[in-house]
Each structure stands twice: as structure tokens, then as C-alpha cells.
């Protein structure tokens, strides 16, 4: 079997570096298609497709969100979380400056900056869970408790459904 040339980004750097077990896995990118687009390509179930979304307080610091691909993040439920006043999604410019990737390629590993992350619990109810590595039309699929030990997310509650 041929092995698929994948992209080199930081993220894979650094899922390299903390000697994380993951696959790549590369998929048709459609702009604006989410979630729903990779999880057909790659025949996984939603749910299964981790985003990472760049979201900052209201003293507008940064901070990641890792939620199911198929869930929105309740931002008032995660400000009364982590104490915090209110969270909003950063501008795609302003996400882009934060992490160093380009929105729709936004993994929450090798961050150009030094961003808390938080994750929705239920994802460690999967034996793998597929998340950006780095690229638009590429995901690493790994286990979520090497997520766990790399990136040491605080665990929220915060999964509504979308409308």
C-alpha cells in the first residue's frame, strides 16, 4: 500500500513531537461546507469531526473551543463556565492572526500563539475522534485522550443543538 503524501504543518510538528499515534486523513475541501463535507468524504459520522473554533472574551483574549461537528457551542452557557463575562467567535481575520492557520484549516495543535483550550466532554465518548491538522481538506484522526494529554483542554458542557 502507497503511503498518501500529507501536508507537514505545525500541527503535525508537534503531534510528531509529543510522539502522538494519528492517522492522516485528507478529503475533497468544499469552501463553507463544514463539518458535513469531510464527514461524507471520509465516511465517518459527524459527530465524530472535532472543529476547532478561535473564539475570545470580552477583553478579547483568545481562547480555542472544540466541539462536534454537528453541535453549536452555547457561548453564554461557556462564559458561565470559565467565568467570564460573554464569548464571541473571533472575526475570521482576527481567528486567523491567533492561530497562524487559515479558517476551515484551524487545528487546535501548534497554535502560533498560546491559546486555553476548552473541549466538549462527550468527545472523549469516542475510541477516535478526526480534528484539523493543520490544512484546509486535511484531518488527523487520533484518540481523544492523546488530545487529552497533549493539549490538557479544560472539559465544558456547552454542546447545543444546531439549528
Known amino acids: 500500500m502507497k503511503e498518501t503524501k500529507y501536508p507537514v504543518t505545525p500541527a503535525v510538528h508537534m503531534l510528531r513531537e509529543n510522539k502522538v499515534d494519528f492517522t492522516p486523513r485528507l ?7 463544514g463539518t458535513a463535507v469531510s464527514s461524507r468524504e471520509l465516511g465517518v459520522p ?7 473554533l ?11 473551543v472544540l466541539m462536534h461537528g454537528h453541535k453549536q457551542v452555547s457561548t453564554k452557557e ?3 463556565q ?15 492572526r491567533h492561530s497562524g492557520y487559515q479558517v476551515g484549516g484551524t487545528s487546535p495543535f501548534g497554535t502560533k500563539k498560546k491559546m486555553p483550550v476548552y473541549a466538549e466532554k462527550t468527545i472523549l465518548d469516542f475510541e ?3 480534528i484539523n491538522g493543520g ?12 488530545l487529552e494529554r497533549v493539549l490538557e483542554p479544560t472539559w465544558v458542557n456547552v ?5
Open 27 to 33: 478529503y475533497k475541501y468544499e469552501e463553507k461546507g
Open 46 to 52: 459527524e459527530e465524530r469531526v472535532i472543529k476547532t
Open 54 to 64: 478561535v473564539m475570545e472574551d470580552e477583553s478579547k483574549h483568545p481562547l480555542i
Open 78 to 80: 461557556l462564559a458561565r
Open 82 to 96: 470559565i467565568g467570564v463575562k460573554s464569548i464571541a467567535p473571533c472575526k475570521p481575520e482576527v481567528a486567523n
Open 128 to 130: 477516535t475522534i478526526l
Open 135 to 146: 490544512g484546509k481538506g486535511f484531518l488527523v484522526e487520533l484518540a481523544p485522550k492523546e
Open 159 to 163: 454542546a447545543i443543538d444546531s439549528k
